[in-house]
């Protein structure tokens, strides 16, 4: 098993013809992780947090949507980089919302990477196949490890 096989993807989005999109292009690209879908920013902090990811003490890498209803992409990225049990979790923002100050706040609150959604058909699948090849090539820490 190779090291990018062993980060799970946890794609919060909840748009499901997008969050479908986005599967099918990843692994059109050839990435062949585990990717876990959560429909809204709460059920994922919720599995974060929780006992199944604790359970699993390994790597992530989240694909955030920024505009999702109960909590956002912003609170959610907000509450992963400020745990320290989630803060090393790289955190790509993948969203319609092209604004140079939503770009700029999303960075101050930690994420590592910003890629807006092309509104084009054919663009966007390009551009989550070329975000595939990118996390196929990345290394993703490992969980931070809490010393008492």
């Known amino acids: 098993m190779t090291e990018h ?8 989005e909840d748009e499901e013809a997008h969050a479908d999109l ?12 585990e990717i876990l879908h959560f429909s809204n920013g709460l059920k994922l902090i919720e599995f974060l947090f929780g006992e199944e990811a604790a359970k699993h003490n390994g790597k992530y890498l989240i694909i955030l949507d920024i505009n999702m209803p109960g ?11 400020r745990d320290e049990r989630t803060k090393n ?3 790509v923002m993948l969203t319609t919302a092209e604004d140079e100050r939503e770009v700029e706040r999303c960075y101050r609150l930690g994420c590592n990477f910003y890629l807006p959604k092309p509104m084009d ?3 966007f699948c390009k551009a989550v196949h070329e975000l595939g090849l990118f996390i196929q090539k990345a290394k993703i820490p490992g969980p931070a490890v809490l010393v008492a």
């Open 71 to 81: 909590l956002d992409g912003r609170q959610v990225l907000e509450r992963v980089k």
């Open 89 to 91: 979790i790289p955190v």
């Open 121 to 123: 058909y054919e663009d």
């Open 22 to 33: 986005v599967k099918l292009n990843l692994f059109r690209s050839g990435l062949t992780n």
């Open 5 to 12: 096989e062993e980060v799970k993807i946890l794609l919060c």
